[in-house]
């Protein structure tokens, strides 16, 4: 009869420690997500794209505000599959998702920093 109770009390622990382990590695690693605001992140480029237009004066500085927006062309998409390779996790666009998921992670300010925004 001890031999019983003891041969069940380690299955519910052997049982209880891998549905943890299931959880943690598998169920809750599906719930990852990442949000990103690439239209604040546009805005602001653009803004800085026309405030350096504007001021300048000279056809080099001109040419130099080009060349950073294509820069930033380039820049963009590689940014964002870094988003994904650092949080190891899914990144969407704000407007795709609906709501606002209890898992998700803001990483608009991380994209900025990548594309070189203050």
């Not at 996790?89 to 594309?115: E, F, I, N």
């Amino acid at each position: 009869m001890k031999t019983l109770l003891s041969q069940s009390v380690v299955t519910l622990l052997v049982v209880a420690v891998a549905l943890a382990a299931y959880d943690r590695l598998v169920v809750r690693a599906d719930k990852s997500i990442g949000v990103v605001d690439v239209g604040q992140v546009y805005r602001l480029k653009e803004a800085e794209f026309t405030q350096l237009v504007t001021k300048s004066a000279s056809d080099e500085e001109r040419q130099q505000a080009l060349t950073m927006a294509q820069r930033f062309a380039q820049q963009l998409p590689l940014a964002l599959e870094e988003l994904s390779r650092d949080c190891a996790c899914l990144v969407l666009v704000r407007s795709a998702v609906a709501g606002s998921p209890p898992h998700a992670l803001d990483l608009t300010m991380l994209l900025q920093r990548k594309v070189g925004l203050p």
